[in-house]
């Protein structure tokens, strides 16, 4: 495989045939973002639940010494404690809810959503609540992205999911922290474009970002260890169902005024189950492109 680091985000068709589906490992990165993702994505593949995030200094991950070195200004050191400080805050939020996924909750707090939302509503970033992000669309409230994250993972190890819906991209980053392969479909031309933009200074090596139909899945990348829904259907497409892989699990939100969160898994060639989780609200589930 060619050593040169490719720039972001790759196009599909350079990860659609033999060697391309291999999991890149992303350089080090003096930044505090990467230096927890490596240590989330250490816990993924050694199968290694991290504990729930507690509301006290959680144990600093290995580079984040460096990421703080003295020599970065005074104001820019403050603004980050505290950015970071809410995300805690946030997370122990999360698991208050019923979240006990300690690698979910890691990605979580891995990841900042302050730099996915329009700078208006930065003071919001972190309650929990969706918020607009434009084309009549929302980023997802936090305790719903870690309980549908949750839900597809099941305890289990993923190694490619797709997602349908990237919206403003941040659903996506945290899913990068708990699979190897993310896979992400957007209908809307301008927020495809958004996302690559939130996306693109995180430098994720191992997500891949495509303009299209969601409702159409990824049959060339297919089958997937996971699919997560980020709009709601009266049901979910037979394509999805098909592009799953058998034993794994689907989370959708299915309905129109009333909605709940629906878990699909895969049991056989034609054969799924569901189980209907929690009530919730979501943007509805079109198709073709815009």
Same mark, same amino acid.
């Given at each position: 495989m060619n050593d040169k680091r490719s720039t972001f985000p790759l196009p599909l068709s350079s990860v659609t045939g033999?060697?391309?589906?291999?999991?890149r490992v992303p350089a080090p990165v003096a930044t505090p973002q990467t230096a927890t993702r490596n240590a989330a994505h250490t816990a993924v593949n050694k199968g290694v639940a991290l504990p729930p995030a507690a509301p006290g200094p959680a144990p600093r991950p290995p580079g984040y010494a460096q990421a703080h070195a003295p020599s970065a200004p005074v104001a820019q050191r403050s603004e980050l404690m505290a950015s970071e400080a809410v995300r805690?805050?946030?997370?122990?939020?999360?698991a208050r809810?019923?979240?006990?996924?300690g690698i979910v909750l890691a990605a979580m707090e891995a990841v900042p959503r302050h730099l996915f939302i329009e700078p208006a509503l930065s003071a919001q970033a972190y309650i929990d609540a969706s918020l607009p992000i434009g084309h009549?669309?929302?980023? *997802?409230?936090?305790y719903i992205v870690a309980r549908m994250i949750e839900a597809m993972r099941a305890g289990g190890q993923l190694g490619r999911v797709l997602e349908i819906g990237t919206g403003c991209g941040y659903q996506a980053a945290v899913l990068s922290f708990v699979a190897r392969e993310v896979y992400s479909i957007e209908r809307i031309k301008p927020l495809h474009e958004l996302a690559k933009t939130n996306l693109r200074p995180m430098r994720i090596s191992n997500l891949r970002l495509q303009y299209g139909d969601g409702m159409l899945g990824l049959p060339q990348v297919a089958p997937f260890d996971g699919i997560i829904l980020a709009a709601a259907g009266l049901e979910v497409p037979r394509a999805l169902l098909e592009q799953l892989a058998i034993g794994a699990h689907l989370v959708a939100p299915?309905?129109?005024q009333v909605q709940h969160l629906e878990?699909?898994?895969?049991?056989?060639? *034609?054969?799924?189950?569901?189980e209907t989780l929690e009530a919730c609200h979501f943007v509805p589930l079109r198709p073709g492109t815009v």
């Open positions: 033999g060697d391309a589906r291999k999991p805690r805050a946030m997370v122990g939020r999360v809810q019923g979240v006990k996924d009549n669309q929302t980023i *997802s409230q936090p299915v309905g129109a878990r699909i898994t895969r049991i056989g060639k *034609s054969e799924w189950t569901s």
